[in-house]
């Protein structure tokens, strides 16, 4: 079940990798910004311009996506079964209007929604919270880091 916690994450850095599986057994890594939480077991993406996850998942329809906030260095890992909704189906019309609201223009370019059934979810956390790092202490470091990069 996707929590509050880890719907927020979503929603805040909605940019997750999913792993698929290549029809030769190999892993896939894909980064994929247009993730929308659809209800508390159903997570889903617009595809682009990503064939070769699509064709992945249309020979293994299972995939991981973890997703981070890069700030309080928390992060949710999720596994579950995928299912492609093609264009002009009746639940692609369904649910696109949601992609349109989220990403404009950018969403008319969505020619399937990649649909997550979820099974496991797993809340992710970096080590220095074992030593008793807190949220502020994360988020006020990266904060400073980042702005280095992008002042
Ligand atoms: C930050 C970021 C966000 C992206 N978001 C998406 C997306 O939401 N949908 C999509 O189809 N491609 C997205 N892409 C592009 C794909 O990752 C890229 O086209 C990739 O080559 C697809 O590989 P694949 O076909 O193996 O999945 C994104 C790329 C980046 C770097």
Do not use: C
Not at 4 to 25: C, H, K, M, Q
Not at 33 to 51: E, K, Q
Not at 116 to 143: C, F, N, Q, R, W
């Amino acid at each position: 079940m996707i929590t509050f916690e880890a719907a927020r994450i979503i929603a805040e850095f909605p940019l997750g990798v999913i792993a698929s599986i290549t029809p030769d057994g190999r892993p896939a890594a894909s980064p994929k910004g247009t993730f929308l939480v659809l209800d508390d077991m159903t997570l889903a993406y617009g595809d682009i311009r990503s064939p070769g996850t699509r064709h992945n998942l249309m020979k293994t329809a299972m995939a991981e996506v973890v997703f981070v906030d890069p700030f309080r260095r928390k992060g949710v890992r999720i596994t579950g079964s995928t299912e492609i909704v093609e264009i002009r189906s009746a639940r692609f019309n369904q649910f696109h209007p949601r992609w349109i609201e989220a990403w404009g223009d950018l969403a008319k370019r969505i020619t399937a929604l990649v649909m997550i059934h979820v099974d496991g979810v797993k809340m992710l956390s970096t080590p220095p919270y074992d030593d008793g790092a807190t949220e502020a202490d994360m988020i006020e470091l990266y904060k400073a880091k980042y702005a280095e990069i992008y002042p």
